[in-house]
């Protein structure tokens, strides 16, 4: 296996997955740490998505060594380790403590740190993230249920997070090619910095930062900078097409379920409820007074009869998230949504739904450990970023998980059409 990779959330595992499936590798995405019974010895790369973004930055190490630990026993030969094209994260981590236990556990002192991804409107500029042109302190980010981001200045970012030194490679040692990048990387290194932050705008830039940096032990960024990796450890240069647009799924019934409260999220809700899709809103205040259960919103489901998808949601907007919060605390708020959702997701199946798409990271995560999912191969893409998926064992599903920015406004609509 040339590349083991270790995912903060499950959205940015398949996110990553379809990026290197796209670009040639033979892939395989796992939901938590490998049982040793997976067979992965036909894979270039394998994804582990975990669910670590946001928990305490000790337990994030603690979890990304033991995926580590399990993709090095399976052959890997280079690690990556896949957080945010936002740069999901706080002071007190999960980026800066994850990338520093793996380079100790690689044996490096030198790594990369690029969430550029332009397909996304994700670009970053003299170190600061910009998001569809706006700085990253200035986008809906700011207003992140869990991860507000509030600086957009990622070398200062990271620099809290981290006892490493953080360098940056600007945009011109960029521009040069994969050997001014090489260079530049040598000179940070020398300047005694352990992690540099890495400027890119377009496609061509995240290729060549690829192939400059394929062979370093240890490569952390976005889906964005494992584009150029597959061409460097094939030995050519050639993209390779993507997988194609209709996807074999499991007959049944289509849900969506959305928790993300991002703008995007926000505004495929609404266009979903727009063109008529059955919707019922949680609001975290019912399940906190225990005036909503699952059970209820499981009722309401059966009893559509609609043939398309059925849509359950508790995105809100930032004002109604913050009153919910100061009501109920950031992550009990979240953890409450989280649970109701994973609990109508685990009933699904057996009322017939087969196909269901996924709305956030942290959603994704909670929903698909409720159903026991251990692994996904990847299918075509959506959207950029997001690919349909099915289970590789175990209940027979199609999922799309979706990152919370990420798709077309009538992401919810036109999904489906990709099934056959
Ligand atoms: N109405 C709400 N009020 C407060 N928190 C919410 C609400 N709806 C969802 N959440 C929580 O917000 C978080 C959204 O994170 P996530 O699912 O990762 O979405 P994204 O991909 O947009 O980051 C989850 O923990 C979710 O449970
Ligand atoms: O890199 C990205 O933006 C995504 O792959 C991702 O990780 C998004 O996470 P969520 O917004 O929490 O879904």
Same mark, same amino acid.
């Given at each position: 296996?040339?590349?083991?990779?270790?995912?903060?959330?499950?959205?940015?595992?398949?996110?990553?997955?379809?990026?290197?499936?796209?670009?040639?590798?033979?892939?395989?995405?796992? =939901?938590?740490?490998?049982?040793?019974?997976?067979?992965?010895?036909?894979?270039?790369?394998?994804?582990?998505?975990?669910?670590?973004?946001?928990?305490?930055?000790? &337990?994030?190490?603690?979890?990304?060594?033991?995926?580590?630990?399990?993709?090095?026993?399976?052959?890997?030969?280079?690690?990556?380790?896949?957080?945010?094209?936002?740069?999901?994260?706080?002071?007190?981590?999960? %980026?800066?403590?994850?990338?520093?236990?793996? !380079?100790?556990?690689?044996?490096?002192?030198?790594?990369?740190?690029?969430? +550029?991804?332009?397909? *996304?409107?994700?670009?970053?500029?003299?170190?600061?993230?910009?998001? *569809?042109?706006?700085?990253?302190?200035?986008?809906?980010?700011?207003?992140?249920?869990?991860?507000?981001?509030?600086?957009?200045?990622?070398?200062?970012?990271?620099?809290?997070?981290?006892?490493?030194?953080?360098?940056?490679?600007?945009? &011109?040692?960029?521009?040069?090619?994969?050997?001014?990048?090489?260079?530049?990387?040598?000179?940070?290194?020398?300047?005694?910095?352990?992690?540099? =932050?890495?400027?890119?705008?377009?496609?061509?830039?995240?290729?060549? =930062?690829?192939?400059?940096?394929?062979? !370093?032990?240890?490569?952390?960024?976005?889906?964005?900078?494992?584009?150029?990796?597959?061409?460097?450890?094939?030995?050519?240069? +050639?993209?390779?097409?993507?997988?194609?647009?209709?996807?074999?799924?499991?007959?049944?019934?289509?849900?969506?379920?959305?928790?993300?409260?991002?703008?995007?999220?926000?505004?495929?809700?609404?266009? +979903? %409820?727009?063109?008529?899709?059955?919707?019922?809103?949680?609001?975290?205040?019912?399940?906190?007074?225990?005036?909503?259960?699952?059970?209820?919103?499981?009722?309401? %489901?059966?009893?559509?009869?609609?043939?398309?998808?059925?849509?359950?949601?508790?995105?809100?907007?930032?004002?109604?998230?913050?009153?919910?919060?100061?009501?109920?605390?950031?992550?009990?708020?979240?953890?409450?949504?989280?649970?109701?959702?994973?609990?109508?997701?685990?009933?699904?199946?057996?009322?017939?739904?087969?196909?269901?798409?996924?709305?956030?990271?942290?959603?994704?995560?909670?929903?698909?450990?409720?159903?026991?999912?251990?692994?996904?191969?990847?299918?075509?893409? %959506?959207?950029?970023?997001?690919?349909?998926?099915?289970?590789?064992?175990?209940?027979?599903?199609?999922?799309? !998980?979706?990152?919370?920015?990420?798709?077309?406004?009538?992401?919810?609509?036109?999904?489906? *059409?990709?099934?056959?």
């Amino acid at each position: 296996m040339k590349l083991g990779c270790i995912a903060d959330d499950l959205t940015g595992a398949t996110d990553l997955a379809l990026m290197l499936a796209r670009e040639g590798l033979k892939t395989v995405q796992t =939901i938590g740490v490998p049982d040793a019974s997976l067979d992965l010895s036909g894979a270039d790369a394998v994804v582990v998505a975990l669910k670590s973004r946001t928990i305490p930055a000790q &337990e994030a190490v603690e979890q990304s060594l033991a995926a580590a630990n399990s993709l090095r026993a399976a052959g890997a030969q280079h690690l990556f380790f896949k957080y945010c094209s936002t740069f999901d994260s706080t002071d007190e981590g999960n %980026i800066g403590p994850v990338a520093e236990a793996l !380079l100790s556990f690689t044996n490096s002192d030198f790594t990369l740190a690029c969430p +550029a991804f332009p397909a *996304n409107g994700r670009t970053v500029y003299k170190g600061h993230l910009f998001v *569809n042109g706006v700085p990253l302190s200035e986008s809906s980010m700011k207003d992140h249920p869990l991860t507000p981001m509030r600086d957009s200045n990622l070398v200062r970012v990271l620099q809290r997070q981290t006892g490493c030194s953080v360098g940056l490679v600007a945009f &011109e040692d960029v521009e040069g090619g994969p050997d001014a990048i090489r260079k530049a990387f040598d000179r940070e290194k020398a300047a005694g910095h352990q992690i540099v =932050i890495v400027d890119a705008i377009t496609d061509s830039h995240l290729r060549a =930062i690829g192939l400059a940096a394929a062979e !370093l032990p240890l490569i952390t960024g976005g889906s964005g900078v494992a584009m150029g990796l597959p061409a460097a450890y094939r030995g050519d240069h +050639a993209s390779v097409a993507s997988p194609s647009g209709v996807f074999d799924a499991p007959a049944g019934r289509e849900a969506i379920l959305a928790g993300s409260c991002s703008s995007a999220t926000r505004r495929q809700v609404e266009i +979903a %409820i727009e063109r008529g899709v059955p919707a019922f809103r949680i609001d975290p205040m019912d399940l906190a007074s225990g005036k909503l259960t699952s059970q209820a919103v499981l009722a309401w %489901i059966g009893a559509q009869e609609t043939g398309g998808p059925v849509l359950v949601y508790s995105t809100a907007t930032p004002d109604e998230v913050q009153d919910v919060q100061g009501k109920l605390g950031r992550m009990n708020a979240g953890e409450m949504v989280e649970r109701v959702l994973a609990e109508i997701a685990r009933a699904l199946p057996a009322l017939g739904f087969t196909r269901l798409l996924v709305a956030g990271g942290e959603t994704s995560g909670a929903v698909v450990g409720a159903l026991g999912v251990d692994a996904l191969t990847i299918g075509p893409e %959506i959207d950029p970023g997001v690919p349909w998926t099915r289970t590789l064992a175990g209940t027979d599903l199609a999922l799309a !998980l979706k990152s919370g920015n990420f798709g077309a406004p009538d992401f919810f609509l036109k999904a489906w *059409n990709m099934l056959r």
